[in-house]
């Protein structure tokens, strides 16, 4: 039960902080928000780090360097997938698959799954669809090219998740600190590129631009206890059951919408929360 908690309050911690990169992504480029992101959880590990005990073993550094590179992946592909839109069909379509790929896998290494976690893995990912589903007055569908993004998206988190579980028990929060310097290195490369192009193309910066930037720290924050609260659940718990609960992520951001900017629920919305209470408290007695 203490890693389904552990993993469900990390979940609500990443809603939260995509739901102020979206509002920074209204000022900034989205990748500049992940960047400046990155770079603000690598700053905030490194003392923690040193602080905190560890054991810095060179699997530690390579399977957190790796879910960095990944992540990067993840994110770049996450981004494009939504710019093709539409984002009430890509985004949970990443959220599921960022689930199915670490459940597999951890069936794969052997976990074995309880009837009850099965039937609240499979209720979990119903409600993220479900919870992520904006339908407006006119539904577009999805392109190819849309698809075929948010399905690499989500194969990236999904590995990510499991290059993660892979570091050892005993690291602490080394792997999160080279997976936060990783990304934040490659993203900062992609930053400077679009940049450089902007400035030969006279691309001016939106307005507000300062106000994103000002965000996107704080979007680090949050990501750096939402991961710090993932790496926990997964260490103390099944890979399968932690991903499942982590991608109900969705839950937190139509939360914080609907309280904050006054956005209203759809009555799917609605079944997608109550089935996502019900999954989690299936996978927390299974």
């Known amino acids: 039960m203490v890693p389904v908690l552990i993993a469900l309050v990390g979940a609500l911690v990443y809603g939260a902080g995509d739901f102020l990169g979206g509002i920074a992504s209204r000022r900034i480029a989205a990748v500049r928000v992940v960047a ?3 770079v603000t959880g690598a700053i905030i590990l490194v003392p923690l780090s040193i602080v905190i005990e560890a054991e810095w073993s060179p699997e530690a550094v390579l399977w957190g360097a790796a879910s960095g590179a990944a992540n990067s992946i993840a994110i770049a592909l996450l981004y494009a997938a939504l710019a093709v839109g539409p984002m009430s069909i890509l985004s949970p379509l990443t959220a599921v ?3 199915i790929v670490p459940v597999a896998a951890g069936v794969a290494m052997g976990e074995e799954l309880s009837p009850l976690a099965i039937v609240g893995i499979l209720l979990a990912l119903i409600a993220t669809v479900l919870v992520g589903l904006v339908r407006g007055e006119k539904a577009v569908q999805p392109k190819l090219r849309g698809l075929l993004l948010a399905t690499g998206s989500g194969l ?11 570091a050892p028990d005993d690291s602490g929060l080394v ?3 080279f997976n936060r310097a990783t990304s934040g290195l490659l993203l900062t490369v992609v930053v400077v590129v679009l940049a450089f192009v902007g400035l030969r193309r006279g691309v001016a ?9 000002l965000l996107a720290p704080l979007c680090g924050l949050f990501d750096l206890v939402a991961n710090s609260l993932m790496l926990a659940a997964l260490r103390t718990g099944e890979l399968g059951v932690t991903s499942v609960v982590v991608a109900l992520y969705p839950v937190g951001t139509v939360i914080l919408a609907a309280t904050v900017l006054k956005e209203r629920l759809s009555p799917v919305q609605w079944a997608g929360l109550g089935l996502a209470l019900v999954a989690v408290a299936l996978l927390a007695l299974g």
């Open 36 to 38: 400046v992101s990155a």
């Open 97 to 99: 698959l960022s689930a």
């Open 156 to 166: 990236a988190i999904g590995v990510v998740l499991i290059l993660l579980d892979r």
């Open 175 to 177: 792997p999160l600190l």
């Open 205 to 213: 910066l939106r307005e507000g631009w300062r106000g994103g930037l």
